[in-house]
């Protein structure tokens, strides 16, 4: 079974889970995003030796039964943890915490977007962008914003699998292989 299919699998059983418990579905989504920030802080120690498996299952847990009651974390959040370790899944526990976010999003109408400028946005403008791009979906936006120099102007946004692209770089692009691909007049 591939990776993928194995997190959407583990991420819609959580879903169904929590969907019992009112809360409890955007609270694990913080809880896993701040879990796989604690994982890839300091160089990965962590998530390096929870996925390591050079380590036992039995290691691990130890491990974990010492962090997870310090970390204040939903039960569920902290049974799915265990559960993970137990089945020796940790290495997936990334893909399963990315495919539990977008079926938490999917389902309260909202959508991540990463937005690179050659310039950082002012506020007024990033919230021109935002209203936009809500608008072009339909869903409330969690919106991340990069600098990207290289653009030159302009911007790409990233929604899920679609890119909407309208830097100068691109534009530039596209100008010169037009003129590769148009024939050349001899006078």
Excluded at 6 to 35: H, K, N, W
Excluded at 73 to 88: C, E, G, Q, S
Excluded at 96 to 119: K, M, N, P, S
């Amino acid at each position: 079974m591939g990776s993928e299919v194995l997190a959407l699998r583990y991420a819609q059983a959580m879903v169904e889970v929590a969907d019992e418990m009112p809360g409890a579905s955007e609270a694990m989504a913080r809880d896993l995003d701040a879990f796989m920030a604690l994982m890839d802080r300091d160089g990965r120690q962590l998530g390096a030796a929870l996925e390591s498996p050079v380590f036992t299952v039995e290691e691990r847990r130890a491990v974990l039964e010492q962090l997870l009651p310090k970390l204040g974390l939903h039960p569920l959040t902290a049974n799915l943890i265990r559960l993970v370790n137990d089945k020796r899944r940790f290495p997936q526990l990334h893909d399963i915490a990315d495919a539990f976010r977008d079926l938490t999003d999917e389902r309260a109408g909202r959508a991540r977007v990463t937005v690179q400028t050659a310039q950082a946005l002012s506020p007024e403008l990033e919230g021109e962008v935002r209203t936009a791009l809500e608008k072009a979906t339909g869903k409330t936006l969690i919106l991340t914003t990069e600098v990207r120099p290289e653009l030159i102007g302009g911007l790409v946004a990233k929604i899920g699998d679609k890119v909407y692209d309208s830097s100068l770089r691109t534009r530039l692009d596209q100008i010169k292989q037009a003129l590769l691909r148009a024939p050349i007049a001899v006078a």
